[in-house]
């Protein structure tokens, strides 16, 4: 069996040739084996984190399985535009500014040279009314979902591994991601706003 075939039948709960092998590596180890600065990657994705995978995949021989996602959904009422704060050897901080027809919502992001990006920033800091801008315009409809890059990655990966689109689901690890101010924030948040979360 080759890597997909290995995967798909462990997957199917049938017996493959043998045990899948397919550690998570994270992003840690791709990002590492490119020689490039992180934020290369994950900035100006050069290249994207999903080749970097499909690249240590085979540097390293074991079965590949990227549950990147790679489905986008794109929202004609939502704008976005991207600059740089500030740079220095070890660090960029972009601000992304989000235009919606009920107004702007911004978050800065700091992009290191050896770690993952991180929001240092979120866009939700004002609520109630930034979590109703952000619930209104940020979960479009599935219909629209566009999966051209889903089928690149697909296709790179090839027979390698298996690729897997990425569903999120709704809850405080979600407000976590989106709010301004941490957990404490998104707990004040559910008890203070319980009908609009």
């Not at 301004?180 to 559910?190: L, P, R, S, T, W």
């Given at each position: 069996?080759?890597?997909?075939?290995?995967?798909?039948?462990?997957?199917?709960?049938?017996?493959?040739?043998?045990?899948?092998?397919?550690?998570?590596?994270?992003?840690?180890?791709?990002?590492?084996?490119?020689?490039?600065?992180?934020?290369?990657?994950?900035?100006?994705?050069?290249?994207?984190?999903?080749?970097?995978?499909?690249?240590?995949?085979?540097?390293?021989?074991?079965?590949?399985?990227l549950p990147?996602?790679?489905?986008?959904?794109?929202?004609?009422?939502?704008?976005?535009?991207?600059?740089?704060?500030?740079?220095?050897?070890?660090?960029?901080?972009?601000?992304t500014?989000?235009?919606?027809?009920?107004?702007?919502?911004w978050?800065?992001?700091?992009?290191?040279?050896?770690?993952?990006?991180?929001?240092?920033?979120?866009?939700?800091?004002?609520?109630?009314?930034?979590?109703?801008?952000?619930?209104?315009?940020?979960?479009?409809?599935?219909?629209?979902?566009?999966d051209?890059?889903?089928?690149?990655?697909?296709?790179?990966?090839?027979?390698?591994?298996?690729?897997?689109?990425?569903?999120?689901?709704?809850?405080?690890?979600?407000?976590?991601?989106?709010m301004?101010?941490?957990?404490?924030?998104?707990?004040?948040?559910?008890i203070?706003?319980?009908?609009?979360?």
């Open positions: 069996m080759n890597s997909r075939e290995r995967m798909i039948t462990a997957f199917s709960n049938r017996q493959p040739d043998m045990v899948p092998v397919s550690p998570d590596i994270s992003n840690m180890i791709p990002c590492r084996l490119t020689g490039k600065p992180f934020w290369d990657i994950y900035l100006h994705n050069d290249p994207p984190l999903w080749k970097a995978y499909i690249e240590a995949v085979k540097y390293f021989g074991f079965d590949g399985w990147c996602g790679g489905f986008s959904i794109a929202n004609p009422d939502v704008g976005a535009e991207t600059g740089v704060v500030s740079t220095s050897d070890e660090r960029t901080v972009t601000r500014t989000f235009h919606t027809p009920a107004g702007d919502l978050q800065e992001t700091t992009h290191y040279r050896a770690d993952p990006p991180t929001a240092t920033v979120k866009p939700v800091k004002r609520l109630p009314d930034d979590l109703e801008i952000w619930i209104s315009y940020f979960y479009p409809s599935p219909d629209r979902a566009d051209a890059e889903y089928r690149k990655i697909e296709d790179e990966m090839g027979e390698l591994g298996v690729v897997g689109p990425t569903v999120g689901f709704p809850g405080l690890h979600e407000l976590f991601n989106i301004n101010g941490g957990m404490e924030a998104v707990v004040y948040a559910y203070d706003y319980p009908a609009l979360l």
